[in-house]
């Protein structure tokens, strides 16, 4: 069965940090690229980030570049998002998915599995 575990959500002071885990199990997990998308209430599910199968490519979207890094551990099958100077604007659910295709991922295409979600709250 393949599933997606997403953790490390929580309430967070702006400007303090944390870091999100998506575990992976039931798949192959080199041969898929992982994203991170987040959705706050009454607003469109948005796309944050993305890294390819391999690690070596990474992307951002603008709202959070320079404060988020995304990364992956093949060893652990776990990728991981670490958000820096938060604001209370990053507030949501934030869900990791998967695409066996980088290039996809990163245009909101997501033809593999999704988590359940962890909420990241962030208070001003």
């Known amino acids: 069965e393949v599933q997606l575990v997403e953790s490390g959500g929580g309430l967070v002071q702006a400007g303090g940090s944390l870091r999100l885990s998506c575990a992976a199990s039931?798949?192959?997990?080199?041969?898929?690229?992982i994203g991170w998308f987040r959705q706050a209430p009454g607003k469109e599910r948005e796309g944050i980030s993305c890294?390819?199968?391999?690690?070596?490519?990474?992307y951002y979207a603008d709202s959070v570049k320079g404060r988020f890094t995304i990364s992956r551990d093949s060893a652990k099958n776990t990728v991981y998002l670490q958000m820096n100077s938060l604001k209370p604007e990053d507030t949501a659910v934030y869900y990791c998915?998967?695409?066996?295709?980088?290039?996809?991922?990163?245009?909101?295409?997501?033809?593999?599995?999704w988590g359940q979600g962890t909420q990241v709250t962030v208070s001003s």
């Open positions: 998915a998967t695409d066996p295709d980088y290039k996809s991922l990163v245009a909101g295409i997501v033809r593999g599995s």
């Open positions: 890294i390819s199968k391999s690690g070596a490519s990474t």
């Open positions: 039931g798949f192959t997990f080199d041969a898929y690229a």
